[in-house]
């Protein structure tokens, strides 16, 4: 039986947590900031897998809420195709860098920085027009995602 040849799965996590979200600083290419995150490993469920990943980059607690969307636009990780399912949820414990990430720290919208990894700037933005409107993004084949 031949394998098929799939896109890779990832979580990512936008972690609340005080007055903003978390974003981790990576340590490896690509290099920038983002959320945090990871690869679903085999057998593992995509809750667990995010709670996992938000444990070991930030050291935080999450409690998992909702589901923001799902992103797998085939060129937003240069890495090769990557299908990412965005968790929202709430950090708890003392935020501090760990695993792959060199930095955490929190961020609003108004403070973002200039290097965000992948598509996470478009993920964010969604995220806060999430938090002030209640829309979703909506699917569309004609917008690249």
Do not use: C
Request: glycine share 10%; proline share 6%.
């Amino acid at each position: 039986m031949v394998k098929p040849v799939t896109p890779l799965v990832a979580v990512d996590i936008i972690i609340e947590y005080g007055d903003g979200i978390v974003l981790i600083e990576r340590k490896n290419e690509p290099f920038g900031w983002a959320l945090p995150g990871g690869f679903v490993d085999v057998g593992e469920s995509l809750e667990r897998a995010a709670i996992r990943e938000a444990l070991e980059e930030t050291s935080l607690h999450v409690e998992l809420r909702e589901l923001l969307y799902v992103y797998g636009k085939p060129g937003r990780d240069r890495r090769g195709h990557t299908v990412s399912i965005i968790y929202i949820g709430e950090g708890r414990g003392h935020l501090r860098a760990a695993d792959d990430a060199k930095g955490a720290r929190v961020f609003g919208y108004e403070t973002l920085p200039d290097s965000l990894a992948f598509d996470h700037r478009e993920i964010i933005a969604d995220y806060f027009t999430f938090i002030q409107t209640g829309e979703r993004p909506v699917p569309n084949a004609n917008t690249p995602r």
